[in-house]
């Protein structure tokens, strides 16, 4: 007799995690992969000040999370269903996902990866940054990407103000 699956099973990385059990380290390094190629499809797709999080040492429930900022609701829908594709060809799932009232949040939980899509005012306000303030900043550009940037020829605008 074939055992059912119960619909309120957890997976199997968030069981292990919650029964405080380490993880192989393929899957670990397959988790760092994907939250870096889920940044730069974010930072490809005009997200700004793309963010990812290592919280392995400190979150029971997740490795990495991946941080945007979107300039529209449209935009970030449209982010969010490409990062989910991205996880459908790299034999990914996802747990669950959140869009709140006004799409001004919204994320996708693949249980070692959770990426997260703000409204700028939004993310200010919940600060994820300084709420994982102990999180390593997991390095996510390509490395002719980080020379543009230095050179300022980015092709986004910054945020960040010089005081000037």
């Known amino acids: 007799m074939a055992k059912e699956k119960s619909k309120t099973a957890k997976p199997r990385a968030r069981r292990a995690a919650a029964e405080g059990k ?9 988790a760092r992969e994907f939250a870096i190629e889920a ?3 974010i930072h490809d797709s005009k ?3 793309v963010v990812v999080l290592g ?3 400190l979150s029971p429930v997740t490795d990495y999370l991946v941080l945007g900022s979107g300039t529209s609701e449209r935009q970030m829908r449209a982010v969010l269903a490409h990062a ?3 996880g459908k060809q790299r034999g990914r ?3 669950g ?3 709140d009232g006004k799409a ?3 994320l996708l939980d693949f249980v070692d990866v959770v990426v997260h899509l703000f409204e700028p005012q939004t993310r200010l306000h919940y600060d994820l940054e300084m709420l994982w303030g102990d999180a390593e900043r997991v390095p996510w550009e390509r490395p002719d990407q980080v020379n543009r940037d230095r050179a300022g020829l980015r092709g986004t605008k910054s945020t960040v103000s010089d005081g000037a």
């Open 47 to 49: 997200c700004e000040d």
């Open 22 to 30: 380490a993880r192989a380290p393929k899957a670990r390094d397959e």
């Open 39 to 41: 940044a730069r499809l």
């Open 104 to 106: 001004t949040w919204v």
């Open 93 to 95: 799932s996802t747990f």
């Open 97 to 99: 996902g959140s869009v």
């Open 55 to 57: 919280v392995r040492e």
């Open 84 to 86: 989910e594709e991205l």
